[in-house]
């Protein structure tokens, strides 16, 4: 159900195991027509652009793509004739011999994942980095053999048609308000997220934030051995908790130290592009959240013009015109969210308005001089003018490429 990467990944690892598959997505666009053309047979059925209730009849199982609701029809349907669903995580687990390591939270999960994997590496392991961050669980299982590893990084939406799902580690990062046009509130997105600890025993571990109170509550309801990290001197947290895994594993403090020497961070998360006379633009794409945004702009000195916005998932942008105040010399704001963007920003910091990202960069290029830096940190979901974040970073850096070819 949903054909786009995780979607496809299912599809395809399913038909290699001999099962008859079938795939159904309401949208018919570019998008899904190009994972069409990742399905490995033409004897996949496929039905695009509608969902029919005799598609899902007789079905002996769903395999949800995260992006899928529980109000989708297919769901209700499903449901309705008591026909099991799982996520494509679910799936990969039932058919995996390695040990995975599961990472989930608001923000800073691939970075943790993408250097879990890293050190795992780094000691001699083999180890696969997946799920959340750009690779399927299931795109990958089928190369994975008994003593590697998988770095994991995985979402309250995977989390939620999990069943028999079992990390020897899982990590929870952080929690701050986020999907709340899927979840009725902070509580309930919380109650998605630990599901990720829910099938462990005694012999497994959950890595949990100490100077985070909500995820240091969730101690008590562990059935696994449990393992705090907080933030140390040198350290920030998503390094404690790479630290706090690698001494899990036995591997040396030395080691994953030098890891963190040699990293050079994750695509579109506070990712230079170019400077152009003077001005710096970066690409943090990866923000969907006001915290994510928050801490770029943390990270970052010097004048900044923001550029912002895209689908609304009940954020409180407040907090970032508070901190902005005084950083920030103008924002520009685009998207379903500019509207509400404005608001939060509105006697606080210069707001433009534009139509697309390319104008919105071309806006604040204008507005640049030397020594500033145009920050893309959209604080928002990508899906109405993009198809997904990285599309997102990518329109991005072409669009700023443009600008050093020409010169405006």
């Known amino acids: 159900m949903g054909l786009a990467r995780s979607g496809a990944a299912s599809a395809n690892l399913l038909y290699d195991l001999g099962v008859k598959v079938s795939v159904t997505d309401n949208q018919d666009n570019a998008n899904t027509r190009r994972f069409l053309g990742q399905l490995k047979s033409k004897d996949i059925q496929v039905e695009l652009g509608k969902h029919s209730r005799d598609f899902v009849k007789g079905k002996d ?11 989708a029809l297919p769901v209700v349907w499903a449901k309705q004739e008591n026909i099991p669903i799982i996520s494509e995580i679910e799936l990969a687990w039932r058919l995996c011999p390695a040990q995975v390591i599961a990472v989930t939270g608001t923000n800073g999960k691939t970075t943790v994942t993408t250097l879990i994997g890293k050190v795992l590496a780094a000691a001699g392991k ?49 929690l701050s308000r986020n999907h709340l046009d899927r979840y009725k509130d902070v509580a309930d997105y919380l109650a998605a997220k630990k599901r990720i600890f829910q099938n462990q025993d005694a012999g497994d571990y959950a890595v949990l934030n100490y100077d985070d109170p909500a995820i240091r509550s969730l101690a008590r309801e562990a059935r696994s051995g449990v393992v705090y990290f907080r933030k140390e001197k040198g350290l920030n947290p998503n390094q404690s908790a790479v630290l706090s895994v690698a001494g899990i594993l036995g591997i040396n403090k030395e080691l994953v130290m030098k890891v963190f020497e040699g990293f050079q961070g994750v ?92 104008e919105a960069v071309k806006k604040a290029y204008g507005l640049g001089l030397p020594g500033d830096c145009v920050l893309f940190s959209p604080m928002c979901k990508s899906f109405d003018m993009f198809s997904d974040y990285e599309d997102r970073g990518r329109s991005f850096k072409a669009i700023v490429s443009g600008l050093d070819k020409v010169k405006v």
């Open 126 to 174: 083999r180890a696969f980095t997946c799920g959340n961050i750009g690779r399927p669980f299931c795109s990958e299982v089928e190369k994975m053999r008994e003593g590697d590893f998988v770095a994991l990084e995985v979402s309250s939406f995977q989390l939620e048609y999990i069943n028999a799902f079992k990390p020897k580690i899982c990590v929870l990062l952080n």
């Open 61 to 71: 199982i769903i395999v949800i793509s995260p992006g899928v609701p529980d109000q």
């Open 267 to 358: 695509e579109h998360r506070l990712e230079e592009v170019l400077k152009i006379n003077g001005v710096r633009f970066i690409n943090d794409s990866k923000s969907t959240t006001t915290e994510a945004t928050v801490w770029a702009l943390n990270n970052l000195n010097g004048p900044l013009i923001l550029i912002a916005g895209g689908r609304e998932k009940g954020n409180d942008y407040s907090q970032v015109a508070e901190l902005a105040a005084g950083k920030v010399k103008a924002a520009i704001v685009i998207g379903e969210a500019k509207e509400k963007i404005k608001k939060a920003f509105s006697g606080v910091i210069a707001t433009l308005e534009a139509a697309t990202l390319e």
